[in-house]
């Protein structure tokens, strides 16, 4: 049994169900497998196989109409063309970047993401990361673990919470569901006080703050920047040095996002000369580098692109992909899927 | 006024240390070698007392100040201060509440996401250099998570607000029920930590509370709950809590204070499920100068007899 190629083991298990291919296994499928045992579909698991992708792809994956991806797999267009099938791309995370949505909308292919889900634990962490960076509260655990508090008396002082703060919600055009996801921060960071104003590529009516239609004016007159937009061609290091110079001083950048929405470079430079107060960050542009400089710094906080890592989120996550992927083999509506707008 | 003394009970903030010089003469009482020569000396001119969460004005040095009018504490908590021989005295109290709600509840809300999530953890990790080694450590969700406050006073409201946002479901302790609020009161400590996840200390220190979170508290708030403590370290049997934590009977503690600070129980050094603060619930900039404009505003109010500002007694 074991000697045996994987699709042919699972298909005496499952006989003919629809296949599901999975390039390579996202965490929530690491971590919960259990939960994508369904009657519906079963797995397709090239990365059990010793063949190279494409090889694997061509010689097994004709007929394959759904995939589920994540950020270590991605849906390019050469991905698209090695699976003629191909009708439906789920990911299992809130991102899509990932995704190449052009050429998806190009062929009719259908994709859903798991966004609604990781709203709140995202939010959380944005809130969690800006609290701490504003009243250093890393820094002061480290200080006090070292042992450092009896000697050196009173810990230097952080800045209050409650200021103007400046949401960046840019929406990219599939996707206006991660509304919830913004919101999800704003809703929170209103009970501390904060006045929340956005930045988007239109203004939303439903939307109670006010509305700046450039970044850079939004960054003028706000003290804290937190970032939670999707990447796109047009969002990408949309948060430049200009941006960050406006931010000023006191500034600072929550990032729950994805890396390369901000200059990289450019920040680590605003943050090493004090152009900008300080920053927060879950995500960067090469993951799992970090740049050196920022791991000497005191004003920052680094996370490891965990914003969205609780087993509630997970399991909640796993449930609507699972149920997409059902729906998609029954015909029926899909549960999230990216809408254009 | 500069002929009137005023003794300050230890280094609490240059700015307040500046301007009580000015206006004042200013006795800075941890620079005396001699303390009670030093008082035997200054009895007849001291008027004024400022004191602070470490150290205020307690029955020997009240008694040893005969001259002594007003205490003004540069905190909102007032157990540091003799209440009682101050009432018995006619000394009038003055402390400095509201102005310091909001970055106590701020704190709280932040020692919740830091300890659930794991922030500090995960800092350490990235600035390690573990990261690149891969790992889908998961962290524990906050919103939702049942909240229990022991204190439902200024600062208690304040974190209920906050948590509040977060969907979280609020319930209490306090010595008499609100029922104006919406929150769920339960009559016993115990019994709010058995029915939350999160339980945070807000109510002041008084020979009441004094370890009102015990042994009996941490086993009903159980492995998986949380303590967070903004209030005073004497509120936790602090021994009982380090073993609990060490012998992971409780899931975790998010601590900005401890029965005697400076010194914090080095067992907690190396847990991953704490995060340990030097006292900075009130610590921010803005806020501190506002707690010193109240203490030099009651004391300036006080000696031009006009109506204190934030009296207490």
Known sequence: ?341 | MESIGVLMACPMNPYLEQELDKRFTLHRFWKVPEKSTFLSTHSNSIRAVVGNAFAGADAQLIEALPKLEIVASFSVGLDKIDLAKCKEKGIRVTNTPDVLTEDVADLAIGLILAVLRNLCECDRYVRSGKWKKGSYMLTTKFTGKRVGIIGLGRIGMAIAKRAEAFSCPISYHSRTEKPETKYKYYPSVVELAANCDILVIACSLTEETRHIVNRKVIDALGAEGVLINIGRGPHVDEPELVSALVERRIGGAGLDVFEHEPEVPEELFGLDNVVLLPHVGSGTVETRKDMADLVLGNLEAHFLKKPLLTPVI
């Open chain 1, 1 to 341: 049994m074991e000697s045996q190629l994987p699709q042919e083991r699972s298909k005496l298990r499952t006989k003919d169900l629809p296949q599901v291919l999975v390039m390579k296994p996202p965490p929530l499928l690491t971590l919960f497998e259990d939960k994508f045992i369904s009657t519906k579909f079963q797995l397709l698991k090239a990365w059990e196989s010793t063949l190279p992708l494409d090889q694997f792809l061509t010689t097994y994956a004709g007929s394959v109409r759904a995939v589920l991806c994540s950020g270590a797999s991605p849906v390019t267009p050469h991905i698209i063309r090695l699976l003629p099938s191909v009708q439906f791309v789920v990911t299992a995370s809130a991102g899509i970047n990932h995704i190449d949505l052009n050429e998806c909308r190009r062929l009719g292919i259908a994709v859903a993401n798991a966004a609604a889900v990781f709203s709140d634990d995202a939010a959380d962490a944005a809130v969690g990361l800006l609290i701490d960076v504003l009243r250093k509260i890393s820094v002061a655990d480290r200080f006090v673990r070292r042992g450092l508090w009896p000697a050196m008396g009173d810990y230097p002082f952080g800045s209050k919470v409650i200021i103007s703060l400046f949401v960046c919600f840019t929406q990219e055009s599939w996707d206006c569901r991660t509304w919830k996801h913004r919101s999800a921060v704003a809703k929170r960071l209103e009970a501390f006080g904060c006045t929340v104003l956005y930045n988007s590529r239109k203004p939303k009516p439903w939307v109670p703050y006010p509305f700046y239609s450039n970044v850079h004016e939004l960054a003028c007159g706000s003290d804290v920047l937190v970032v939670c937009c999707g990447l796109t061609a047009e969002t990408r290091h949309m948060i430049n040095r200009e941006v960050m110079v406006a931010l000023g001083k006191q500034g600072i950048i929550v990032n729950v996002a994805r890396g390369a929405i901000i200059d990289e470079k450019e920040m680590v430079v605003c943050l090493v000369h004090g152009e900008i107060g300080g920053a927060a960050l879950d995500v960067f542009e090469n993951e799992p580098d970090v740049p050196k400089q920022l791991l000497q710094l005191d004003n920052v906080v680094l996370t490891p692109h965990r914003a969205v890592f609780t087993p509630e989120g997970f399991m909640a996550a796993c449930d609507l992909v699972v149920a997409n992927l059902e729906a998609f083999f029954e015909d029926k509506p899909l549960l999230s899927p990216l809408i254009d707008e």
